[in-house]
C-alpha cells in the first residue's frame, strides 16, 4: 500500500498575469501540500512576487485556475485573504502605528480571543519586545521584516505566504523565521516562501520550484540545492 499524500491547500495550473503589456507570470504550475514548506526560487523579475500577490488575493490572476485553502482565487478572494497569512515583499505596515497596535488591529480583524500572551511571545521571539511600543516609521529594514513575518504567522493561518522574509534579515530574524515556518508545519499548515538565497531556502523548505522568466522551469527536492553541487544546479537553471 502506498502512503496517502496530504491534501493540497495551494493548487495553481496555468497562471497567467498581465499588466499591460507586460507578462509577469507565464504558465505557472504550483501545488503545495498540507504541512510542507515550498520555496519559490529565482532571480528579481522571475515571476516570484506576483505569483505570492495571487495566491494572497491581492492581485487577480489574467488567466489559470487558482485554489488556496479550497478557495477560489478569482470567485473568492477574500475568502483566500481570510485563509491566508501574507508577508508582502515590501511595505504591508502602518508608519504610525506600533507593533502592538499592529497586533491589536489584526486580533480585532480577525475576532482572536485571548490572543495578547501568544502575541508577547511572538514579539519576544522576533526580539521586538523592547520596541513593541515604537512607531514603526523609525524601524530599520530587517525590524521591519520582521515584524511582517510576524504579522503573517499571528493568527495560525492555513497558509502561511512568506515574500522575501530574509531580506536584511539579521541572525536572530531568520532563526525566528525558521521557527515559524517550522510551528506552521507542524500544525499542518502550508507554507510558501519565496527568496533569491537559495541556501537559506532549502534549510526552511523540502520542495522548490524554480521560476524564471516567469515560467516555472524545475521543481526538486531541496536536499538536491544543497552544497556546491546545488548551487552549480540551480545556476544551471537561471542561465
Do not use: I
Request: aromatic share 4%; charged share 25%.
Amino acid at each position: 500500500m502506498h502512503d496517502e499524500q496530504p491534501p493540497a491547500a495551494v493548487e495553481v495550473r496555468g497562471l497567467h498575469v498581465r499588466f499591460g503589456p507586460v507578462v509577469a507570470v507565464d504558465g505557472v504550475d504550483l501545488v503545495a501540500r498540507a504541512g510542507a514548506a515550498t520555496a519559490l526560487l529565482g532571480r528579481n523579475g522571475a515571476g516570484k512576487s506576483t505569483t505570492m500577490r495571487v495566491l494572497a488575493g491581492v492581485v487577480p490572476p489574467t488567466a489559470g485556475e487558482v485554489r488556496v485553502a479550497g478557495r477560489d482565487a478569482v470567485r473568492d478572494p477574500l475568502g483566500v485573504k481570510r485563509a491566508v497569512g501574507y508577508c508582502p515583499d515590501v511595505g504591508g505596515l502602518v508608519p504610525r502605528a506600533t507593533p502592538w497596535e499592529h497586533l491589536q488591529l489584526a486580533a480585532r480583524l480577525r475576532r482572536l480571543r485571548d490572543w495578547e500572551p501568544g502575541a508577547r511571545d511572538l514579539l519576544e521571539r522576533f526580539e521586538l519586545g523592547d520596541v513593541a511600543h515604537r512607531v514603526t516609521s523609525g524601524f530599520s529594514h530587517g525590524m521591519s521584516r520582521r515584524l511582517s513575518v510576524l504579522l503573517a504567522a499571528f493568527h495560525a493561518p492555513d497558509v502561511l505566504l512568506l515574500d522575501e522574509p530574509f531580506d536584511g534579515v539579521d541572525p536572530v530574524g531568520v532563526e525566528a523565521t525558521m521557527d515559524v515556518v517550522a510551528d506552521a508545519r507542524s500544525r499542518g499548515a502550508t507554507v510558501l516562501l519565496s527568496t533569491h538565497l537559495r541556501e537559506l531556502a532549502v534549510q526552511a523548505c523540502g520542495e522548490a520550484v524554480v521560476l524564471r522568466g516567469g515560467s516555472r522551469v524545475a521543481v526538486l527536492d531541496a536536499a538536491a540545492m544543497t552544497g556546491e553541487e546545488g548551487a552549480r544546479a540551480y545556476r544551471s537553471l537561471l542561465d
